[in-house]
């Protein structure tokens, strides 16, 4: 006769996530880390009561803002390269809703982390409840259903013991290669409560493992045959060589072979800055050593990418008519773009084969001799950028060069503005996930709630976050949690006054300086945020520098603080890194009454025939 334990199904569910397990360097740990929870009407009850029940073995943590722990939540996936995630519990409502965005993030990024929203009553006795949302047409619809297209998983839990077969399938997509993502599951508040008899056996101590997909044979042949012929072949690395924990096998291919590296916003760091074949960023914010050898490439073994339109220039980077490239993806549909040679197979299994069938096949040496000479040259425009300067208003880059030199091994952390293209092109990584930014989505706010997952993640290292003031007052709160649970950030919140990226943008497609910087917004007063003293407030040590002396002076103490540090800079919203870069396809006006418009309309018209198409 079956065992079994009479529980709630909240109670089911706090006791499954404590079961799940995964082997880390040898080391049996829980998969989960833990869940972030705000309690509402929607989950306080139940929830709250089930995951007191395991508080010692499956932390709970409370945040300020639903997006923002959600944030944090994905970046500590993403810093533990999806080998552990967490989950984030809300009422029903508004508490559900502000997770949309993140979820979102985590969908285009492939991060898994699992959300459990408080949902209606199933029994509809007291409908419309509080923050129901009523569709006259679709009785089972409710807020919740926002989470659909950007779940890689959902289902609505109206019975205890839907539970078992869908936590099941919840574990299989977070922990899936291809699949992974994050998965909903809407739990009505009325069956939270509600306990059932369940399997004893269903909360057994289960172990989950990375799945490893070798190469299909006739695949690679077909790849190993396009790389024999090569004569100007490139490697470019996404983040799928870092989730598939390839970077030494990534760095093995390319010395054996002789191909140099170019890394994507995902992949930066699976190689070391300073390894010789590291080519750096490629793409829209890329290195001109990169730039320059993806123009030529005649084959480019794209590993672990999903080739975005930064990566690729708007398809105007690769300018070699007979270029061939080679998608080595565990997803099919990412290793098939572009009309690409698929080689489906998990990143680190694929460059072992492809490395033994290719044996002693390597590069022309001219080839290896032209991409030690564009990075010599790369090198030293990167070092001019990021030099220190007595300027008034310092430029991002100045600010990166000082953070390297203040904390050379820092974890970098941001998301989005004018920054990460700067970060993409001049931080100089060295270990893998040193260089954190969600550019997936470019998601404003998740900056500091990253910062803080990433120092779950990785306690025992510095983790910088970078952000601009625009980003900041989109999403703060969790300045106050990192406080609060003692886990240190050094915050360098660069202040532009205004949406400075943006601006650039405005004014590179011809527009007219609008509603980006605050000084040409429909204003009444120009504001003087005190940003240092917001940070004081939430309990950070805080400071406002003049100077990138001032800045480094400032990190070193910093870094030498046991609690969370905000240091503020005024900096110049105009000024970005000139020397490498490509073009952005960002559509322009066919019609303007204003001559700058239709002047780079005109020049949007000759990039765009520089485009390949499909």
């Known amino acids: 006769m079956t065992q079994t334990i009479r529980l709630t199904m909240a109670q089911a569910v706090a006791q499954f996530l404590a079961a799940q397990r995964t082997i880390i360097d040898g080391k049996n740990v829980p998969i989960f880390e833990g869940v972030w929870a705000i309690f509402g009407h929607g989950n306080v ?63 285009v990024n492939r991060l898994p982390v699992l959300f459990l929203p408080g949902d209606v009553f199933a029994n509809r006795r007291p409908d419309p409840v509080l923050q129901q949302v009523e569709n006259f047409a679709d009785g089972t619809v409710s807020a919740n259903d926002c989470f659909r297209p950007v779940s890689r998983y959902f289902d609505r839990i109206t019975r205890p013991e839907q539970i078992i077969s869908a936590l099941r399938r919840a574990m299989q997509v977070l922990t899936d290669p291809v699949d992974c993502g994050p998965v909903t599951l809407a739990l009505c508040q009325d069956t939270q409560a509600e306990a059932y008899d369940y399997p004893s056996s269903f909360f057994d101590e289960t172990i989950w493992s990375l799945r490893r ?16 012929n090569a004569k100007q072949p490139v490697i470019i690395s996404g983040g799928g060589v870092l989730y598939s924990g390839a970077t030494e096998a990534l760095r093995s291919f390319a010395e054996t072979h002789g191909i140099p590296v170019l890394e994507t916003q995902a992949g930066k760091s699976s190689l070391p800055h300073s390894h010789p074949l590291n080519m750096g960023s490629v793409g829209v914010t890329g290195s001109s050593a990169s730039n320059q050898l993806a123009e030529a490439a005649d084959v480019v073994l794209a590993v672990g990418t999903r080739l975005q339109d930064f990566t690729t220039g708007s398809w105007a980077l690769f300018k070699n008519p007979n270029v061939k490239f080679i998608g080595l993806n565990v997803a099919a549909p990412d290793a098939a773009k572009h009309r690409a040679l698929p080689l489906v197979s998990d990143a680190k299994l694929g460059l072992k084969a492809l490395s033994a069938a290719l044996s002693t096949t390597k590069a022309p040496a001219t080839w290896t001799d032209k991409a030690a000479s564009g990075k010599a040259e790369w090198l030293k425009a990167a070092n001019a950028a990021t030099a220190s300067s007595n300027a008034q208003l310092p430029s991002d880059a100045q600010v990166i060069g000082a953070v390297q030199r203040a904390i050379p091994d820092a974890i ?12 993409h092109k001049l931080w100089q ?21 990253g910062g803080l997952g990433v120092k779950l993640a990785r306690p025992d290292e510095d983790v910088v976050v970078m952000v601009g003031d625009g980003s900041y007052m989109m999403m703060n709160s969790e300045l106050s949690t990192s406080v609060m649970m003692r886990k240190k950030l050094i915050v360098v919140l660069l202040d532009n006054r205004g949406y400075g990226c943006i601006n650039r ?20 007063i120009m504001p003087d945020i005190d940003f240092a003293l917001h940070a004081r407030a939430q309990g950070a040590h805080s400071e406002k520098v003049a100077s990138i002396a001032e800045l480094e002076t400032a990190l070193a103490a910093a870094k030498s603080r046991d609690m969370t540090s905000v240091i503020v800079i005024d900096t110049d919203p ?35 025939t520089r485009q390949t198409i499909g």
């Open 412 to 423: 970098a952390v941001c998301a989005a503005g004018g920054l990460p293209g700067e970060l």
């Open 505 to 524: 943008l405005q004014m590179g497609t011809g527009g007219a300086n609008f509603n980006n910087l605050l000084e040409d917004a429909n204003i009444e």
């Open 213 to 228: 997909q070798g190469p299909d044979e006739n695949e690679l042949a077909a790849a190993v045959a396009a790389l024999q």
């Open 574 to 608: 105009l000024i970005t890194t000139q020397a490498g870069g490509h073009w952005w396809d960002v559509a322009v006006p066919e019609v303007s009454d204003r001559a700058e418009v239709r002047t780079k309309r005109a020049e949007y018209e000759t990039n765009i």
């Open 429 to 449: 990584a060295e270990k893998p996930g040193h260089y954190h930014l969600e550019y997936g989505f470019s998601c404003m706010g998740y900056e500091i709630a």
């Open 45 to 107: 009850a139940a929830m709250g009561e089930a995951l007191y029940s395991v508080k010692d073995k499956l932390p709970t943590y409370r945040a300020h803002n639903e997006q923002g722990m959600a944030h944090a939540a994905i970046a500590y996936a993403k810093a533990n390269f999806r080998q552990r995630f967490m989950a984030c519990t809300t009422s029903i409502g508004p508490g559900a809703t502000n997770m949309v965005t993140a979820a979102a993030l985590a969908h």
